[in-house]
């Protein structure tokens, strides 16, 4: 019987093995691509969606437009960037905590 390097683990399909073999693969090769002190950013959303609920419960009556959002959070103002907050403001009425009184207008339901 030949010896495996990697022996696929007990319960792991091979397709699953595989795959894991080729992320830890793909791993190596975007490290080896980094600056030596290179150190990946932190993963700020939830930081962000907070910011934009503390907003909104600091100024309960204010009518936000996004770009106005932006400002007044200080985060960046370009299109991508907009549009993401556009989305995440989407949620945000969907889930009940937002209301839109006019079209691109966000306020706090009450």
Do not use: C, W
Request: no cysteine.
């Amino acid at each position: 019987m030949p010896s495996q390097a990697n022996p696929p683990k007990r319960g792991v399909s091979p397709k699953a093995d595989r795959e894991g073999a080729e992320l830890a693969t793909t791993r190596k090769v975007i490290d080896s691509l980094a600056p030596p002190d290179y150190e990946p950013a932190p993963a700020d959303t939830a930081t962000v969606y907070q910011r934009i609920v503390t907003a909104f419960n600091e100024h309960p009556e204010k009518v936000f437009r996004v770009r106005d959002l932006h400002e007044h959070l200080g985060l960046p103002d370009d299109e991508p960037s907009i549009n993401v907050t556009r989305s995440r403001l989407g949620r945000l009425v969907r889930q009940g905590f937002l209301e839109q009184p006019g079209r691109g207008r966000y306020q706090k339901r009450t």
